[in-house]
């Protein structure tokens, strides 16, 4: 075989490979595009807004004079600015910690039970932080992320967050930077983003909460957070616990900048 | 009848298209607005079974049935986006079976005249498999059928 | 009762085109619990879809279809302002129905 063959035939060999590739990569897309037309996530807002609206608690309260940050009872654009340091609270807190915040200081209910069922399974245990999310979220669409670290709490929140993302720890030797440090990784079929690059982290965090199609579930960002925990084989994440917060903070504010478009679809 | 004739019109796959329709579950006459369950269509489990209840036309394979909207490759079998458009005239009914789904019928459609004959929805997949679109049309069967890839099952766990 | 459903009408051109959203588990029937026992299925069956008395689509559905359902079809005629209603029954007996208007 002469060498230019040669050549030629593993230059189409190569190609053949590569296309059959990206022919995997165009179907996937291809997938999530045809996902996008009827997003089940509208369920959950539906129902958010019902709650948000609905007087409960021992208190028979609404959750309309809770402050998200931007004025009492002020939904649209309150989570592209979370989190928040919250004065009367004395905390930064995310959407979730704020929602139980005002859960248990407007409409009486225990702080047990309002953090009880933070990520429903299935119609018979659904969760209302889910459907609060998915609606405070919908309110947020199309409003770019502006998340403030000007107070010192804020600062230090955002700066213990940066350490844990870095941080390498439990059986494996893992730190969230394993998986999203680097371009190009994926497990499996997922494409990991490189969330220490801006386009990365701006395209993750703002397509959170998210109708996840493999969990039939809407899962917000807490529960994203305690999944990747559990995929790193880390000690449970808490729902709302300052780790939980602090993480948030950092991935929020990295994506400053960007519209936010959730709740959406994915696998 | 001759047997030996019927079994030659299996298809490469084994199964049989005369199979396809009476999993579809048209072999009984029925009011579309009546709200009726056709059980013995969505329990059909295998081949055999559905070839007892033979009766109807020979489904013709037909390039007027259309797939749109349905992926190639479907990260997970929960979802999987199907939308299925009969050019053929006076079309009454379109089903939506998948191969190897441990029941072949997925749904039935009834496409009352002045209805568009074009659903888009989505069905479960267990594995990698044909998705068949059954169109009864003018009392006729036709069938359409397009391969689409799971990356993960869609039926358990 | 189950949740209601969200359902979009709207005028394109001549016909009304139906996009709708079911809150419904859609459970299969083949899946088991920690226990190991089998959770039984529990699935719509049928869905009815009526604008001024006449039924537009009638659909049966097997547990296949996939959980919290969508569907979308279109059909001549409706006009702005009209009621279009969709019944769903599922296999425990249970029951929904929701309206919409066509915008």
Redesign the interface.
């Given at each position: 075989m002469t060498p230019r063959l040669f050549a030629g035939l593993a230059g189409a060999v190569v190609a053949f490979a590569a296309v059959a590739q990206n022919s995997t990569v165009d179907g996937i897309a291809k997938y999530r595009e045809a996902l996008q037309d009827g997003n089940p996530a509208e369920l959950w807002e539906a129902r958010g807004e019902g709650l948000w609206k609905e007087p409960r608690g021992p208190n028979k309260v609404s959750l309309e004079r809770c402050d998200l940050g931007l004025g009492a009872g002020v939904v649209k654009g309150a989570y592209a600015q979370l989190p928040k340091y919250f004065a009367d609270a004395d905390r930064v807190m995310d959407l979730e910690t704020r929602l139980v915040w005002c859960m248990v200081k407007l409409q009486g209910i225990s702080e047990a039970d309002a953090k009880k069922n933070p990520f429903g399974n299935g119609n018979d245990k659904k969760s209302n932080i889910e459907a609060l999310v998915a609606y405070v979220t919908s309110e947020s669409r199309g409003v770019k992320m502006n998340v403030s670290v000007a107070h010192p709490k804020e600062m230090q929140m955002y700066r213990v967050g940066e350490k844990m993302f870095y941080f390498r720890g439990g059986p494996h030797d893992f730190g969230c930077v394993t998986c999203h440090g680097a371009d190009n990784q994926r497990i499996r079929l997922q494409d990991l983003p490189n969330l220490t690059k801006i386009e990365g982290a701006q395209k993750a965090y703002t397509t959170w909460p998210a109708y996840r199609v493999s969990q039939g579930e809407l899962r917000t960002f807490q529960w994203r957070l305690n999944d990747c925990f559990r995929q790193q084989r880390f000690p449970e994440l808490e729902f709302g616990s300052d780790a939980s917060i602090a993480l948030t903070m950092f991935l929020a504010k990295n994506a400053n900048g960007a519209t936010f478009d959730a709740p959406a679809i994915k696998r | 009848m001759n047997r030996r004739r019927r079994q030659v019109l299996k298809s490469g796959s084994g199964v049989t298209l005369l199979a396809l329709i009476a999993a579809a579950g048209w072999l009984k006459p029925g009011d579309a607005s009546a709200q009726s369950w056709n059980k013995a269509a969505f329990d059909t489990k295998s081949m055999a079974d559905t070839m007892k209840a033979l009766g109807g036309g020979e489904p013709v394979q037909s390039k007027d049935i259309i797939f749109f909207q349905t992926p190639d490759i479907a990260e997970n079998g929960a979802v999987v986006p199907v939308g299925i458009t009969s050019n053929i005239p006076k079309t009454e009914s379109i089903a939506v079976l998948i191969e190897k789904n441990p029941n072949m019928l997925a749904a039935v459609f009834d496409i009352p005249p002045g209805t568009e004959p074009s659903i888009s929805t989505r069905v479960k997949m267990g594995q990698s498999s044909n998705i068949y679109a059954l169109v009864k049309a003018d009392g006729k069967y036709f069938v359409a059928a397009k391969d689409v890839k799971v990356t993960l099952g869609g039926c358990g766990g | 009762m189950?949740?209601?459903m969200?359902i979009r009408a709207t005028l394109v051109g001549d016909?009304t085109e139906i996009?709708v959203?079911m809150?419904?588990?859609?459970e299969?029937g083949?899946?088991?619990d920690a226990q190991g026992a089998v959770i039984p299925a529990w699935f719509i069956?049928?869905v009815?879809v009526a604008h001024g008395g006449?039924?537009?689509?009638?659909?049966?559905?097997?547990?296949?279809?996939?959980?919290?359902?969508?569907?979308?079809?279109?059909?001549?005629?409706g006009a702005k302002g009209d009621k279009v209603t969709i019944a769903w029954?599922d296999n425990r007996g249970d029951k929904r129905t929701d309206e919409a208007t066509i915008a």
């Open positions: - | - | 189950a949740d209601p969200k016909s996009k959203l809150s419904h588990e859609m299969t083949q899946r088991k069956q049928n009815t006449t039924t537009v689509l009638a659909a049966q559905w097997g547990p296949a279809v996939a959980k919290n359902p969508f569907l979308s079809f279109k059909f001549k005629g029954v």
